[in-house]
């Protein structure tokens, strides 16, 4: 990994870079607007409006209300029963719509059964046909990620149910058969995080081989997956040897694709995310966006 890639990282979750930015005049209402791209706006409404212009498009949306890093249980409850009315709202969008969320932003960190009943009440809340996407987050709550996901399967919600693997972390193979064989969708991602390398393949040629395997293994075993990557190169590779498998793409990053997907047969799903917890995310994408 290159210092300029770590650098940028920090700086893209910095509360001290938050802060300055919103504190010099005009900041705020500028961050706002490139960061506009990516983010429909602060309200549930903004999100769905967003899934139905994208549906017009032949694109499907999961929808995702910022937050991660709870710790207060009473939080936690707060951020399920707001998922619960997006559930409710589903019922009046196309099919395609699903839910996505960061275990985190429902108490993974302080409550790991409570995580689990909470995912379990959001999951049996959705309408018939949906799920909700189980967001990927660093391999230190890796396996708690994957318990509670395991545990709402294992319930009979396996069906409402998405996971998503990071091609770089060494034990990705391993939880991924898991989560074949308990029947979840799969998202599969290169991997965003900072990890050591006892963790974690390197940034590049490494991490997009193991991206090529496990998509041949997901493929192999006839799983419900999408590939979830802006890498041109490595997408249409896989495109080509597997077919038309469904692709993810986050919203604002190269929006140009997605009609070229669709006039092709490629099923596309975008993320969609909302909330006040905006600033964070818009780093993370500008830097991204540098080669981070």
């Not at 990516?38 to 309200?43: I, N, R």
């Not at 019922?91 to 275990?103: M, R, S, T």
Request: charged letters at 25%; hydrophobic letters at 45%.
């Amino acid at each position: 990994m290159s210092i300029d890639r770590a650098i940028l990282f920090r700086l893209a979750t910095s509360d001290v870079v938050e802060q300055v930015v919103r504190a010099v005049p005009r900041g705020e209402e500028l961050a706002w607007r490139a960061a506009s791209r990516y983010v429909p706006g602060t309200a549930a409404a903004d999100a769905i409006r967003a899934a139905g212009e994208l549906h017009a498009r032949g694109v499907a949306a999961s929808i995702d209300q910022f937050g991660e890093l709870v710790d207060d249980t009473l939080v936690a409850q707060r951020v399920t029963d707001d998922y619960l009315r997006l559930a409710e709202d589903l019922a009046g969008l196309p099919q395609d719509a699903w839910l996505a969320v960061d275990l985190s932003h429902l108490g993974l960190d302080v409550d790991l059964s409570g995580c689990a009943d909470r995912l379990a009440a959001i999951a049996q809340a959705l309408p018939e046909g949906r799920r909700i996407q189980v967001g990927a987050e660093d391999d230190a709550r890796a396996d708690a990620v994957l318990k509670c996901v395991l545990d709402v399967a294992d319930r009979g919600m396996a069906d409402r149910l998405g996971a998503t693997v990071q091609a770089n972390l060494h034990r990705t193979p391993d939880d991924m058969e898991r989560l074949l064989e308990a029947g979840v969708h799969i998202r599969l991602v290169k991997g965003a995080y900072l990890e050591s390398p006892d963790r974690a393949l390197p940034y590049g040629e490494p991490t997009d081989i193991a991206f090529m395997r496990l998509a041949h293994r997901l493929a192999e075993a006839h799983a419900p997956f999408a590939l979830a990557t802006h890498d041109g190169v490595l997408r249409e590779a896989l495109l080509s040897a597997l077919g038309p498998v469904p692709v993810e793409q986050l919203l604002g990053v190269r929006p140009e694709i997605l009609n070229d997907l669709v006039a092709h047969g490629v099923p596309v799903r975008v993320y969609i995310p909302f909330g006040h917890n905006w600033f964070r995310y818009w780093m993370r994408r500008v830097a991204e966006s540098r080669g981070a």
